[in-house]
């Protein structure tokens, strides 16, 4: 008991510092003093052709040392804070108001050199450095000028990659979403009184088939399917007689890439949008049933129309997903951005530069998607509720006392 005491009191002596240095200088001092460590590095960094220090060395030397006086001004007034302690309130210089109001004027004058040396340095730098890259007679031996090289000298393999996967992402995402109301429509049938013996070995089929169709596509990889469909694909349409010329012609590699991102999406929609329909408040099917609506009006009136909303989140993120998933295709050949990358790669054996190229186009690419999803999810006043995962779990409702149903 003793020992968690001395701990307790050891740590609120810990916090009660921690607060105390913090205090007063916070943003002013101890921040800028990060922003002026972070000028001087960029000074200390070589000068790019395009740079507007490169003939003003003794203004660069004037502004340096500018970071370097405030940093010693940081470093007398942390000292003063803790040799005065309970006194600096009082006794501390850079505690007055008009200490104050320079320290915070100075402030602003070492945040605008740090942003002319950010200037000078990285943006103008970085300009040189595309300048070199699309002027050049061979890939430059440095590595960022190296990968630029290689994205300009390879812009339309890369654009080629690109708009490829975007179709697929974007018109894979839409066939998914129109196949998922079909068989979430199958997913949630339920047998009905009235129904006679036809119609409920019509709903325990249809039901038992999106089950097991969601089984398998979502615990098989997606390359794996690729592989599935495109060869099998080829192998039905070689036991018809036609040749490889005319099977490429109709079951190209794109065909067969569309067809398996869209059939993969399906299962995870459907599963998304069975959880959204589920979120709805049960009390609006018997309400709509009372009101002597069949199941399938009271589904497709009442139910599906709130489901839909509520699933929007999720199904949005799956174009997202549809992005990145996409890369796998190159395995069948669909000339994607990965394939892209792979042909660049081996056009100048630098793999390192061609996958961070990739890596900054599917970044792009993603966020760009999700922003305009975002905005897109705005437009409907919908948020990120209940539906989030994918799994076969029925979604539980809590409905809080007082509240009709």
Request: charged content about 15%; hydrophobic content about 50%; glycine content about 8%.
């Amino acid at each position: 008991m003793a020992e968690a005491q001395d701990q307790s009191r050891q740590s609120g002596k810990q916090g009660r510092f921690a607060r105390f240095v913090l205090a007063d200088h916070r943003y002013v001092l101890l921040g800028t003093s990060v922003v002026a460590l972070l000028g001087m590095q960029l000074s200390s960094q070589p000068r790019s052709t395009w740079s507007l220090l490169a003939h003003a060395y003794a203004l660069e030397v004037v502004l340096y040392y500018v970071l370097v006086a405030w940093l010693a001004v940081s470093v007398v007034a942390f000292v003063i804070k803790l040799v005065t302690r309970r006194r600096y309130a009082t006794v501390s210089p850079f505690t007055k108001p008009k200490a104050r109001r320079i320290l915070r004027i100075c402030s602003y004058v070492v945040w605008a050199i740090t942003l002319v040396l950010f200037v000078d340095r990285v943006v103008l730098g970085i300009a040189a450095t595309w300048q070199l890259a699309t002027t050049a007679t061979s890939r430059p031996s440095d590595s960022f000028a190296s990968a630029l090289y290689m994205l300009w000298q390879g812009r339309q393999i890369f654009w080629t990659g690109i708009t490829t996967t975007v179709e697929l992402a974007v018109f894979g995402t839409i066939i998914a979403f129109f196949l998922a109301l079909l068989l979430v429509f199958l997913r949630i049938q339920q047998v009905d009184r009235p129904d006679n013996d036809l119609v409920r070995f019509l709903k325990v089929v249809g039901s038992g088939f999106a089950k097991v169709y969601s089984a398998v596509v979502r615990g098989t990889p997606m390359m794996v399917q690729a592989g599935i469909i495109y060869f099998g694909g080829f192998g039905i349409m070689r036991g018809t007689g036609l040749s490889t010329t005319e099977i490429n012609g109709i079951w190209s590699t794109f065909v067969a890439g569309l067809v398996t991102i869209s059939l993969n999406s399906t299962a995870y929609m459907m599963e998304v949008l069975r959880g959204g329909i589920e979120s709805v408040d049960e009390g609006q099917t018997e309400a709509a049933r009372s009101l002597g609506l069949s199941q399938w009006q009271a589904m497709s009136k009442v139910v599906f129309p709130q489901g839909i909303k509520f699933a929007i989140p999720g199904l949005s993120n799956e174009l997202v997903i549809n992005i990145k998933d996409s890369s796998v295709l190159s395995v069948i050949g669909v000339f994607d951005l990965m394939f892209a990358t792979t042909t660049v790669a081996g056009i100048y054996y630098r793999q390192t530069e061609s996958y961070m190229i990739a890596a900054v186009c599917y970044l792009v690419l993603t966020m760009v998607a999700t922003k305009l999803l975002s905005k897109f999810a705005r437009h409907f006043d919908v948020k990120a509720g209940p539906v989030l995962g994918t799994s076969d779990a029925k979604v539980v409702r809590k409905i809080k006392k007082g509240k009709k149903a």
